[in-house]
Structures are given as C-alpha cells and as structure tokens.
C-alpha cells in the first residue's frame, strides 16, 4: 500500500499541483551519479569495479576502483575519459577489469583500450577507416591475459554494420581474431575459468534478443576457436541470455518454460537443467551489454554458491542456493562474483543507488555498502512506496477511437502499474478537489516500472500530482506470455492500458478524471502520441523523442532495432496498412489536446525528424505545442543542464494547460 507522511503533523489545504516543494529539477542531478553496473575483480581479491554516470560533468561516464582492504575508492579512469560504447547505439558493457587492469571503450573514438594498475593508458585496436567504425563491447579476458574477448560491431559505407565475436591482443600489437560471425547479432562471449572454453549468445533478424536466440560454446585456445561449435536452441523460439561459466560448468538462463529461469547446461547434449526457478525472471531483457541478475562463486568446502535475483511485481528478491535472503533493496540491476567478493548494485524506496558487498552464510546475511550515488537530498517525508496495482484492460478500454486497430484479447486481460499518490509532509489537498493524475509509459516498450527510488518522480508526487508508472502488455517481469501480448498490438495494446490505468483510479476516485497527462520517452513517447491520437481521456501530453510515423522508423533506423516492428507491429512492407493506421502523424485529427515534444539533435535511434513532423502538424491546426530541441544530446538526457531545463519546461506546460500554479515557475 502506499506509504503516506506521518498524519500527526499539520499539513496545509493547497491545492494540487500548487504545492510548494523544496525538491528541485536542479535536486535530480545536483552530485547526483547513476550506478549501473559493477563487477567484483576476477583475479584479484581485493577489487571491486563500478561504473559512473554523471550528469554533472557533462554526462561522462568514469569507472572506479575500489579496494576492499584499505576501504576505499579512486576514479581509474582519465579525467577526461567517457567509458560509453556505441555497439547496438544503447551500449552497455563498455568496461571489464582483469586483475587490477581494466579494459575500457572510449565514446570519443570507440577504440579498445587497456589501463593498467599505475593508469598508464595503452590502446589495443588501430584508428578505424572513419570515426567510430570499429566499436568493441562486453568483453573478457583469458586467465593468462593475453586475449581479450569481446563482441565488435564493424560501420562501413553502404553495408549494414557487422557484428562479430573476436579475440583482441592486449599487447598493444592490434591484433585482432574473428571467432564467429554467422549471425545478425553476437552477444555475452564468456570464457570458462582455465580458458578453454567459450560460450556466447547469437540471434539474427527479424528477432530481437529477448525473443528467439542461440548459445554456443567451443574448445578455445591461443585466441581461437579451437574445436566444433556446440549449439542450443537452434530449433526452438527461446531466449537464452546472460550466460557465464563457474566452477560448476555453463549456465545461461532461458525462458523456454516460460519464465527467465536459470539452468545448468549440460556441455555434451546441450540439456538444460533448471536450478533457479519459478514465477519471476532473473534475466532482463538485453537492451544493453553487461548486465547480470545471478552469480556464483566457491565457498570454502569447495562447493559454489549461487545467488540471483528474483524478479517479483513487488519489488526484487535475492535467492542464494534456493533460498530467498532479506534484503532492504527493492531493486538489484548488477551482480558478480569473484575470489574476494559478491559485488551488487542496488536500491530501494528510501535510499538511491548503492555499490554494496554481500556474503551470505548460516548466520545470514552481511550487506556492506561500499559507495552511495549520493545521500538522499530531501527529507524523508516526501518519500513515497508506491501502491502495486492490477486493472482490466483490452484494446477498447477508453471512449475514444481505440476500437478497430488490432484484434481483442481474451475477456479478463489484466495489466499493472505503480501508483503513487501526492505526498508532501507540509500540505495535502483540499477535500472537495482530487489531484490530477500523470501516467507514465515506460521506453522498451519492453521495460517494466522501476522498483525503487525515483527523484524524478517525487518531483510531481511532491508538488500534488499523482503518478502511475504502468506495466502495460509487452513489459518485464510477468513472464513470457505476458511479454509477447504486445506482438502485433503495439500502439494498440500499450495504448489501451495506459488509458485504462487513468480510468482506473479515477473511478476509484484518486484521481480527477479531468486532469490526466500522459507522459514517456521513446517507445513511450509513441504510446503518448497514439495515445492523443485514438483516445478522448487524457487534456495533455508530454513526448520524450517518440516514435511519430512508424513506417518511416521502419526504414530509417538502426541496424539493431530495423526488423524489431517486424514482432511489434507485422513485416513491412507486407503490412504496410498497419503502418500507415496505427502512426499518430495520419492521425493528427485526434490530437485536439496540447503537447509538448522534447528531442535530442544527435538521437540516431529516434531521428529528430519524427519529432519535427508531430510538431509541425499539431502546430497547424492550432493546438497548443511546445517544442524543445537539445542540440548535443542523443536518444536520452544525460547533461545535468539538460534534465532541468527539459523537467521544468513540462512542468510549466502541464501547470499552464491544466490549471495549477507550479510555485517558481509561474513567471519563467
């Protein structure tokens, strides 16, 4: 249930929307760090590694070291350095360590490059043929050190780009090894402890890595692939991802039975065997490089402990050898194991990110926080547990134009979402008013609502306006059948659970139903705009470098996403007409609410193009719209600049189209 401020103190009768907040735009990335992924040094014991985004410098990523027996960390990485690969644009795994050396990509030139322990800096691939031609990612390093494996992503004129495993020296000499290349897409090349063997993970079009793809594992010797390819999931339609070898063997975790489960894969049959399993995932899906939800390590009777994380709706859970511990986490993105350590990355409700090491024994377990992305910087009583919530849904929900753009789901779908309501321990609402209401649409649109602290929500809770971050058809964590009701559907199904979720709490009475704004990036920036486009329910709309015109998308994005509406929407051009019906562009009639568009100038994944073309049709039938173009940001905000001056600039526009008065922005 939703947490509210302690009742015994006296809060003033404001109206929403109007409540004074002391948390800033500024608040969301002033010393602010985003912490996503962390990796426990495989070789030596004393090193945990963790990479960090900061806002304030200019959206560069650093990644630091930190020493388990003095307790403490430095930046490992240049000053100058911006570890952020380019490889399927969203990047990720960018960075691996290797007994006190790290292994890094660089977003200037994408070159591969080796620090070692006295950050001297070494390159290990040439200048490409044009700039950032040759990207590297999702790397590992062979146990005598003399080859690095990882995935490269090769540009060239006129041709799609080629996605390859290879083996890098790391003497400096650039030498360079294709291992596999039989496949539209490489990811994960993980060896085995000794090294001799390697697994990885392919899929080609028109699938996406979360729907159908293999696992592979070869003899590996002196930087090659040294024997016969064993392959799994040839003739199946599972997703096999995050796999990685102990001293147990392989193990990968696939959703062949219906959840992201983890087994044990059997090196002679390819069998798999389920040791970590149920009603959850483990696996997100693999948008980026890097990530990790289950590790293992030896204990000291020679046996490995297991942990890996549960994705339940509520909130992450931790299972170590079957058995779920307790944690004060709600969320765990990364974990990893090495001789010295079990290193996660984790957050919660009342607290943000967090680098923390974790041992579990008979006597429980010992959380250790290493590094916080920063203390909280506001007080606790504008903390807000979001209400879980499940509603009925299906592709008629709402009283607008919803009918007639794909087929009905069976009677009794349901869909889920987050609810917080306005929370401000200085003022609450006046009795005869209800708040109004901003329900989000996550990016993916295979993404789920984040289980953990969001300033960028408490942003608007704060201030009197209430939020529903919805699980819509097609998000994470309900498993794979929950996932794939979005095939075909998109724009129709996502669209009618938003609509949907805002019915919902407001006849529950939570919310006014005549203030409801819809808000999202991406994906969810589409969701916003079909949104506005086939429905008469929400009287504003904030889109985040969305998807305008679905046809163009299909023929003019990136190599990694230019068959993904093949699943989400049906094979073009074969399917052209649902193209054409479900694009919000050939639909603009509808849009009869004001929006506002928010775009960065470099975005390759959502070119500004779709943005521009909304804009300018909404614009020509003179409903009110707000256009705001970041000239050096691409498809997300990461300059500290940038994320205020984009979260004030809605908060104005939403103050201004539906009533309230924003205190401080009134006269901006």
């Not at 039989?182 to 090349?189: I, R």
């Not at 329900?439 to 993404?447: D, R």
């Amino acid at each position: 249930m939703p947490t509210h401020p302690d009742q015994s103190t006296e809060r003033r009768a404001t109206p929403y929307g109007a409540w004074p907040s002391s948390i800033t735009a500024a608040d969301l990335v002033g010393g602010a760090v985003r912490i996503s992924e962390v990796r426990a040094d495989p070789v030596d014991p004393d090193l945990i590694w963790w990479s960090e985004n900061r806002p304030e410098e200019g959206g560069r990523t650093a990644v630091m070291r930190y020493s388990i027996r003095e307790q403490s960390a430095i930046e490992h990485t240049p000053a100058d350095a911006n570890v952020r690969t380019l490889v399927h644009e969203y990047g990720g795994g960018a960075w691996w360590p290797h007994d006190g050396e790290l292994f890094y990509v660089d977003f200037a030139d994408q070159r591969l490059r080796l620090i070692n322990r006295h950050r001297r800096v070494r390159f290990l691939t040439d200048e490409p043929p044009h700039p950032r031609a040759d990207r590297f990612a999702d790397g590992r390093v062979t146990p005598d050190g003399r080859w690095c494996v990882a995935v490269r992503e090769q540009h060239r004129v006129d041709a799609e780009p080629a996605n390859e495993v290879v083996a890098v020296a790391t003497d400096g000499s650039a030498e360079i090894n294709v291992l596999y290349s039989d496949a539209d897409f490489v990811m994960s090349p993980r060896l085995s402890p000794v090294g001799d063997l390697l697994a990885w993970i392919s899929w080609d079009h028109p699938n996406m890595g979360w729907d159908s793809t293999r696992l592979h594992v070869a003899p590996f010797a002196d930087g090659q692939i040294s024997g016969e390819i064993l392959t799994v999931g040839r003739f199946d339609e599972a997703s096999y991802c995050e796999p990685d070898f102990g001293g147990a063997g392989l193990r990968v975790c696939s959703d062949h039975e219906g959840w992201w489960n983890l087994y044990d894969v059997d090196l002679s049959s390819g069998a798999l065997s389920r040791i970590v399993g149920g009603p959850f995932e483990i696996a997100t899906p693999p948008w980026v490089f890097g990530m990790q939800r289950w590790t293992a390590r030896p204990t000291s009777s020679g046996e490995e402990q297991v942990f890996a994380v549960a994705g339940m709706p509520t909130g992450d859970e931790l299972i170590v050898d079957g058995s779920t511990v307790s944690l004060i986490d709600s969320s765990i993105n990364s974990l990893s194991a090495g001789p010295g350590a079990v290193a996660a990355v984790g957050s919660g409700y009342g607290h943000e990110t967090e680098v923390i090491s974790l041992s579990v024994d008979a006597s429980g377990v010992r959380r250790e926080v290493v590094r916080t992305a920063r203390p909280l910087p506001f007080e606790q009583g504008y903390l807000v547990e979001p209400e879980w919530i499940t509603f009925p849904t299906g592709p008629g929900a709402g009283d607008g134009h919803g009918d007639g753009h794909g087929e009905g789901d069976a009677a009794g779908t349901v869909a889920h979402g987050l609810f917080y309501p306005p929370t401000n321990p200085e003022h609450v609402g006046p009795d005869d008013e209800r708040p109004p209401l901003m329900v989000l649409a996550h990016g993916g649109p295979t993404a789920q609502a984040r289980r953990e602290l969001q300033p960028g929500i408490l942003y608007w809770t704060s201030r009197g306006i209430a939020v529903v971050d919805v699980d819509y058809r097609g998000s994470t964590g309900y498993g794979t059948a929950f996932r794939k009701s979005l095939d075909g559907q998109w724009g129709v199904a996502d669209v009618a659970d938003c609509v949907a979720a805002a019915q919902y709490l407001a006849e529950r009475g939570d919310v006014d139903p005549e203030r409801l704004m819809i808000r999202g990036g991406s994906a969810g920036g589409f969701t916003v705009l079909a949104a506005l486009a086939f429905h008469d329910v929400f009287s504003a709309g904030a889109s985040r470098y969305g998807i305008a015109d679905l046809e163009a998308l299909a023929t003019d994005t990136h190599k990694f996403e230019s068959r993904y509406l093949d699943t989400l929407v049906g094979p073009y051009p074969e399917q052209r007409a649902a193209y054409i019906e479900r694009s919000p562009i050939n639909h603009v009639d509808g849009i009869d609410v004001p929006l506002i568009v928010l775009q960065g100038a470099e975005d390759v994944i959502v070119p500004p193009s779709q943005s521009e073309m909304i804009v300018s049709a909404v614009e020509s039938k003179g409903v009110k719209v707000a256009y705001l173009l970041f000239p050096d940001e691409q498809h997300g905000f990461r300059q500290a600049d940038n994320i205020v001056r984009a979260l004030e600039a809605e908060l104005a526009f939403f103050g201004d189209v539906l009533g309230f008065d924003p205190p401080g922005l009134a006269h901006e």
